[in-house]
Structure formats: structure tokens, C-alpha cells
């Protein structure tokens, strides 16, 4: 109930938190809303941008542990009771999983470097791979729950798309005079119009051809095609 009552407090407090919730939830007419509204309000659009890309990196994240070999724990529809017994255990087997393998590719690639340097790198890694990680907080899993739901709205094409989408957004903000809430609603419609949810097989080729990236290189990590989770 704790769990709960935490993360209803914070929807009431957070502006940015109602617009990437409804985001997630593929709800385009209150993301634009709360577009709209966050601009009215005088926040930036790169820092609208920068809530959304965050927002789809965890749910990519979610969503490559829903389709992972760790993922059939989880069910649609599951109860909160259901996903603290039962995912809760192949959630820390997964994240364990997948930190062991970023330390055997950092080991395999990681150039040599001095002591200073190897210092501030070690210190990177640990906040990127953290960033990887689903369960951060084990004793507050609730917002894992409802972050597992939401990735069930979306591929991983998707996810993979919309990162590329609001890459090619956040440049255009930057390097255009072009009107920030027309370049944001844009890409709203985009990603959340685009494809459905499960992609039929054209779905699936256009998007192979457009975005290019793959799960992990759009979350920042190089892929040994040797591993997999």
C-alpha cells in the first residue's frame, strides 16, 4: 500500500511524471495535453524531449525482460500480489545476468588506460550499467510493476523507433528555428500512431529499414552477438 500511496503522491506533484505516464500508457491526446501544458508553463521542449527519451529507454528496457528468457514469469494482467511471489525473483535473476555480462564485455573491450583514467571510467560504468537495471529498489518494486505493464503496449521496433524519432526531434529543436510544440506533437503522433502493437510482418520490415539501431546500442551498450540475455 506503501508502494502505492508513494507513487500516486508523486503523479499529483509531477507535471513531467503525468506526461511520460501518459505517454506510456499510448494515451496521445493527454501526452499532447500535457505537452501543451508543460509549454505554457515554461519548460523547456529539449527538456520535454529529454523526460520522453528517458521514459523509452526504461520501458526498452522493460520490454527486452518481458521478451527475454527471464520474461515468462511475467503475465498480463498479473495482480501486484502475483508480481511481488512470482517476477520479482526472475527480475533480480535478470539483472544479474545482465550486469555480469557488462563486466565480461568491459573486460573484452575496455581499451588500456592509466590509473585516472581507468578511475572515471569505472565510475561511468557503474552509473550507465546501473541505468540497465529494473529493480533498483527492492523494496519499493511497485513502480517496476507498472513500468512491465506499459512495456506490454509496445514492440521493441517501436521503442527502438521512437528512440530514433526523438533523437532526430531533439536535433532539429537545436540546430532549426523550427516551432517547438509542432516538432514535439509531430513526433507524438509518430511513435504512438505509427505502428500497432504487435507488428505484422510489413510493419516489421519498415521498420528494419528506417531505424537501425539495435535494443542495447539504443540504451548505450555495445552487443557481443556471442551473448544474450
Known amino acids: 500500500i506503501e508502494d502505492v500511496s508513494h507513487v500516486l503522491k508523486r503523479s499529483k506533484q509531477d507535471p513531467i511524471y503525468e506526461l511520460t505516464n501518459a505517454f506510456a500508457e499510448r494515451n496521445v491526446q493527454q501526452t499532447l495535453f500535457f505537452i501543451n501544458s508543460l509549454l505554457e508553463n515554461s519548460f523547456h521542449p529539449l527538456q520535454i524531449i529529454a523526460a520522453l527519451v528517458n521514459q523509452t529507454r526504461k520501458l526498452l528496457t522493460a520490454r527486452d525482460f518481458i521478451d527475454s528468457r527471464y520474461g515468462h514469469a511475467w503475465r498480463p494482467g498479473s495482480t501486484y500480489a502475483q ?3 512470482q517476477v520479482i525473483p526472475a527480475l533480480q535473476a535478470y539483472d544479474q545476468k545482465l550486469m555480469d555480462l557488462l563486466l565480461e564485455w568491459k573486460h573484452q573491450y575496455a581499451p588500456p588506460s592509466d590509473d585516472t583514467a581507468a578511475a572515471k571510467k569505472r ?3 557503474k552509473k550507465s550499467s546501473t541505468d540497465l537495471v529494473l529493480l533498483k529498489n527492492p523494496g519499493n518494486p511497485y513502480p517496476v ?36 510544440q509542432l516538432v514535439i506533437d509531430k513526433t507524438i503522433f509518430t511513435i504512438l500512431n505509427a505502428f500497432p ?28 552477438n556471442k551473448n544474450s540475455i
Open 197 to 224: 502493437a504487435t507488428p505484422n510482418a510489413q510493419d516489421k520490415e519498415i521498420v528494419q529499414t528506417k531505424f537501425t539501431s539495435t535494443p542495447k546500442e539504443a540504451l548505450g551498450v555495445t552487443i557481443d
Open 83 to 85: 508480481f511481488r511471489s
Open 145 to 180: 510493476y507498472l513500468l512491465l505493464s506499459k512495456a506490454e503496449k509496445f514492440s521493441r521496433l517501436e521503442l527502438i523507433g521512437a528512440m530514433q524519432q526523438l533523437g532526430e526531434a531533439d536535433a532539429l529543436l537545436k540546430s532549426s528555428g523550427a516551432n517547438p
Open 123 to 125: 565510475t561511468k560504468t
